[in-house]
């Protein structure tokens, strides 16, 4: 099955730092786009950065650029968000999801999802 | 980017019909058929319910369809059942590999 699992979420002051990962299996993980995207709690959904499969094209919200780097380890089947000052609006579960295999560009749809994990930006 | 709109909640009985709007501009769900739906149950990860406007991936029942008219896309689900009661999303491509989503609907079955 296909499966992917995130981690390294917390409760981080604003300003601060913080590391998440996605752990991926089941499928053939350096041939897929991934993506993260957020929810703040009650609220909806965000996409916040995409990166392809070798990690040479990120894009990303413009709420995070500058702030947010994606990354990925395809030797370890990882993908990573380094996040840094933070602020009380990042608070939010993040998601990791896959964005297909396209060779040039993503697929324009989510698709499987991790079951998330929560950030909580305060003082 | 701004957030595609869509109603807060929508309401029907078992085995009627409902419809899910999601309006954007000329710049995302008016210009590219990329818009896609999820379902969303408390406390769970998203699930891909369309793609590509009308797109089903294997495993979803066509009870659940899609379909878009300028500005725009509308998921509608048809013969309501208990299970169907969660919050939808849309989602549109934006241009400049930017992507948007819609505030949510939450889905009541009465």
């Known amino acids: 099955d296909v499966q992917l699992v995130e981690s390294g979420g917390g409760l981080v002051q604003p300003g601060g730092s913080l590391r998440l990962s996605c752990v991926a299996s089941?499928?053939?993980?350096?041939?897929?786009?991934m993506s993260w995207v957020r929810q703040a709690p009650g609220k909806g959904l965000e996409w916040v950065a995409n990166?392809?499969?070798?990690?040479?094209?990120?894009y990303y919200v413009d709420s995070v650029k500058g702030r947010f780097t994606i990354s990925r380890d395809n030797a370890k089947n990882s993908l990573n968000l380094q996040m840094k000052s933070l602020r009380g609006e990042d608070t939010a579960v993040f998601y990791c999801?896959?964005?297909?295999?396209?060779?040039?560009?993503?697929?324009?749809?989510?698709?499987?999802w991790g079951q998330g994990t929560l950030v909580i930006v305060s003082s | 980017q701004s957030a595609l709109t869509q109603p807060r909640s929508v309401s029907g009985s078992p085995g009627q019909s409902v419809t899910i709007s999601c309006t954007g501009t000329?710049?995302?769900?008016?210009?590219?058929?990329?818009v896609s739906w999820y379902q969303q149950y408390p406390g769970k990860a998203p699930k891909l319910l369309i793609y590509?406007?009308?797109r089903r991936p294997s495993g979803v029942p066509d009870r659940f369809s899609g379909s878009k008219s300028g500005n725009t896309a509308s998921l509608t689900i048809s013969g309501l059942q208990a299970e169907d009661e969660a919050d939808y999303y849309c989602?549109?491509?934006?241009?400049?590999?930017?992507?948007?989503f819609g505030g949510g609907t939450k889905v009541t079955v009465l």
């Open positions: 990166i392809n499969q070798d990690g040479t094209e990120k």
């Open positions: 089941g499928f053939t993980f350096k041939s897929y786009w």
């Open positions: 989602c549109s491509y934006g241009g400049r590999y930017t992507w948007v």
């Open positions: 999801a896959s964005s297909g295999s396209g060779s040039y560009y993503p697929d324009n749809w989510f698709d499987p």
């Open positions: 590509d406007v009308t």
């Open positions: 000329s710049s995302d769900v008016g210009v590219y058929n990329y």
